[in-house]
């Protein structure tokens, strides 16, 4: 039975005030009915004033409703006013979740936690359009990550993690997954880096000479792949060119051209993660599998780390395209280190592409910071969906244009948001106005996760 929350004294065509015996938390879901089955639904954005015996709410006019098709519900923008001395009425949950754009079947789509009563299922296809995820430390980010795994999982949807605080490995092997480690049983083939990505592992190279040579002989490599000549290349196939160009184009003193070669060899090979094409993850195999991987990047330093993302993705990106893995989710933590504000990183401009463009091909992104303004800002506005739990104002003040709609009592309750809470916004397409969530308990509570209760 409909809970009767109070009655309408005023409205505009934007807000309408009621007057209410009862406790109404901001963010509060309320409609007030219109006739013929239409109803205004609305959202809580503060208390106005108290009485002796009633309370004088605010709401927000977010959409005009009505039945639709097999008990449906269906929404357009609002173009009436609340008819005062109305009902207001805790509205069915059915057409909450309709009005946000979430799905009402848990069973279909990802339930990732609670506003209230209400179970929020985002669809599947949401992902596709990519999620950002920001908090402190302990708010509960990566726990929500975590959730976002478990329920791609039950839909046989593949994740991909790249794990650099080891956070995720076990949660990949106890839903059937594979947690692989770049060096072990993860290569990165050499000929995967682009010439700038490579260079950056050579700054032994003192003279301009041997760097020249380096770069001359790694870009004339990559074109033969560019026209068909080879599937690949890795060490033994580079010093080789290196040793043909620095007698014969560069013509090279012969010892500085062994300095130079002997430098590469050795500044490659500290690079565990670098391998032979034959050494490479069937990635085929473990993506239809449908079941997550987690690559263990926990022991690689900065450089390695967005060397290994970089050369996966463009790896990834390419199978995707020839049809050969299924549309899958990328997850990448610390996303600050990876797309970073200032300056450049060897994986940043790959990232920025597949969030662009990646939907089209079936290639969703989560990107997980703490810090998110030390994110790239186009790549955050990209990102549809975005699960923001508690952050520093000064953190806060950078995602101004991704809040939506949030009341502003929502907004400065955020920084002290509980563990595990997060405001989940979006788009019409995603989330179309803002919610704040109690994210669900985790199936599998391993390490650096908690269980929300």
């Known amino acids: 039975m409909t809970a009767i929350l109070g009655t309408v004294l005023t409205s505009t065509y934007d807000t309408f005030s009621f007057q209410s015996d009862k406790k109404v938390p901001a963010g509060t879901f309320v409609a007030t009915p ?20 009633a309370t004088i709410y605010e709401a927000d006019i977010l959409r005009r409703g009505g039945p639709g098709k097999d008990g449906g519900f ?7 006013l609340a008819d005062p001395g109305a009902e207001v009425y805790a509205p069915p949950l059915k057409a909450a979740a309709a009005a946000l754009g979430l799905d009402a079947d848990p069973a279909k789509s990802l339930f990732v936690g609670r506003a209230g009563d209400l179970d929020v299922c985002l669809r599947p296809e949401s992902l596709f359009r990519h999620v950002f995820v920001g908090g402190t430390t302990g708010s509960g980010k990566s726990h929500f990550a975590g959730v976002l795994v478990e329920e791609l999982a039950k839909l046989h949807l593949p994740a991909v993690v790249i794990d650099s605080q080891a956070e995720y490995l076990d949660l990949a092997r106890s839903l059937g997954g594979k947690a692989v480690e770049p060096g072990r049983d993860y290569a990165v083939p050499l000929s995967s880096l682009t010439t700038e990505e490579a260079a950056r592992m050579v700054a032994a190279l003192e003279s301009a000479a041997a760097r020249d040579l380096f770069m001359f002989s790694f870009s004339a490599l990559q074109a033969e792949i560019t026209a068909g000549r080879r599937s690949g290349f890795g060490l033994k196939d580079l010093l080789r060119r290196m040793e043909q160009e620095g ?73 995707r395209a020839a ?16 797309v970073p504000a200032e300056g450049d990183a060897p994986c940043k401009q790959v990232i920025r592409e597949c969030v662009r463009v990646g939907r089209h ?12 303004m030390d994110v790239d800002r186009k790549t955050i506005a990209q990102c549809n969906t975005r ?5 520093e104002p000064d953190q806060l003040a950078v995602l101004r244009g991704i809040k939506a709609d949030a009341a502003p009592s929502v907004l400065r309750g955020l920084p002290k948001f509980p563990r595990g809470t997060c ?12 919610v704040v969530v109690r994210v669900r308990e985790r199936f599998f509570a391993g390490r650096g996760v908690f269980p929300c209760s």
Not at 41 to 46: C, D
Not at 74 to 80: G, H, K
């Open 34 to 53: 219109l006739g013929d089955d239409a109803f205004l639904l609305g959202r809580v954005t503060e208390a106005k004033a108290s009485r002796l015996d």
């Open 247 to 319: 007698l014969h184009a560069l013509r090279m003193d012969g010892y500085e051209l062994r300095v130079a070669m002997a430098r590469v060899e050795a500044s490659i090979k500290r690079h565990r993660f670098l391998g032979a094409k034959e050494f490479n993850l069937d990635w085929a195999v473990l993506l239809k599998s449908g079941k997550p991987a987690a690559v263990d990047c926990s022991s690689l330093d900065m450089l390695q780390l967005q060397l290994v993302v970089g050369a996966t993705m463009r790896e990834l990106q390419r199978l």
């Open 74 to 80: 269906d929404f357009s923008a609002p173009d009436e």
């Open 323 to 338: 049809g050969k893995v299924p549309p899958f989710v990328l997850f990448l933590d610390e996303a600050h280190l990876l």
């Open 387 to 391: 699960a923001i739990f508690a952050l």
């Open 423 to 434: 405001l989940l916004t979006g788009t019409y397409e995603t989330v179309r106005h803002a």
């Open 361 to 372: 091909y079936g290639i969703g992104v989560v990107l997980i910071t703490q810090n998110p």
